[in-house]
């Protein structure tokens, strides 16, 4: 195999790789968001909760 053609392997597995941690993290930024607004929507609950007691 010449210089060239490990290059061009390099290359192709390299971007499979970051292909494939491309997809890994879109899939932790989906659930990351999905938690911020889980986490929002406790807040709020608890927001009015406070709200409703103190009046």
Do not use: K
Not at 14 to 31: M, N, Q, Y
Request: proline share 0%; no cysteine.
């Amino acid at each position: 195999m010449s210089l060239v053609d490990e290059n061009r392997v390099d290359l192709s597995a390299t971007f499979e790789g970051l292909t494939a941690e491309a997809a890994e993290l879109r899939i932790r930024v989906t659930e990351l968001r999905q938690e911020l607004a889980d986490l929002g929507e406790r807040m709020n609950v608890i927001s009015t909760a406070l709200r409703s007691t103190r009046s």
